[in-house]
């Protein structure tokens, strides 16, 4: 029998039915297993008191939490998958110095109709078209300012969209959900000495939350609290996991 102890935190691994790896996560601040069943009473007799309870429909259920974000989960719980190379992409609002009547715009937009400008002394949106009558015109990063109503200051120019060559991009399909896969948590046992006794894992095959939220904050000393929820499916034997010790030597 084991003796009364304390398991530091799990390590979480999650493999797919091929046995690559989906994610890696070994920065939890805290994981744990709970299991619930369904319970009915049954109550007889003249003081109608319980006869027996019966239980049924049990679940077991992994809940990892870290204060770190994780894409790999991520696309893991949205079903889909990390397509890497060619992509759009918007640039970051950026504040630009006329070089004359021109400015040089960080990436050549997808479309430039979709480049917006403004004057920021005046506060005004500028308008691209032909310089006998616009403000501007857009030739892949130039953008060349008519020299009677050019911007007597800066310019700030809101994101655009551009070709990003080396970007990823995950798609969150509507009707794609996460699939089944391996849990593989990976702990140790203390015991009232503060000596590791054992070596803890628990292996499942789950079914993964589909609800997730991005979060972001200003302020990020604290990290930011991610939670992915782990439902236990059946095996080929019927059970819905097991958990393992390994005596240290």
């Not at 917006?116 to 015109?137: F, H, N, P, Q, R």
Request: proline share 2%; glycine share 6%; aromatic share 6%.
């Amino acid at each position: 029998m084991l003796k009364k102890g304390i398991m530091k935190c799990f390590e979480a691994y999650l493999y797919d039915d091929n046995g690559d790896v989906l994610a890696v996560d070994e920065n939890l601040t805290s994981a744990s297993l709970s299991q619930a069943c369904e319970e009915a009473e049954i109550k007889n007799g003249k003081d109608n008191a319980t006869w027996a309870t019966i239980q049924s429909s049990k679940t077991l259920t992994a809940e990892l939490q870290t204060n770190v974000l994780d894409i790999n989960k991520l696309v893991v719980q949205a079903g889909s998958s990390i397509v890497k190379g060619a992509t759009k992409m918007h640039t970051n609002a950026v504040v630009l110095e006329l070089e004359d009547d021109t400015a040089t715009l960080p990436q050549a937009p997808l479309s430039n109709d979709e480049v917006k400008i403004i004057d920021v002394a005046a506060d005004k949106v500028l308008t691209m078209g032909a310089l006998e009558s616009g403000d501007y015109t857009i030739s892949s990063t130039t953008v060349t300012f008519n020299s009677g109503k050019k911007p007597t200051g800066e310019i700030k120019v809101l994101p655009y969209a551009y070709n990003a060559v080396n970007g990823e991009e995950i798609v969150i399909a509507s009707d794609k959900f996460p699939a089944v896969c391996k849990l593989l948590l990976k702990s140790i046992y203390i015991d009232e000495d503060q000596n590791i006794t054992h070596d803890v894992e628990v292996e499942m095959k789950v079914k993964p939350s589909a609800d997730w939220t991005l979060s972001t904050q200003a302020d990020f000393g604290q990290g930011m609290d991610n939670t992915l929820t782990l439902k236990a499916q059946k095996d080929s034997k019927g059970n819905l996991g097991y958990i393992r010790f390994l005596k240290r030597a």
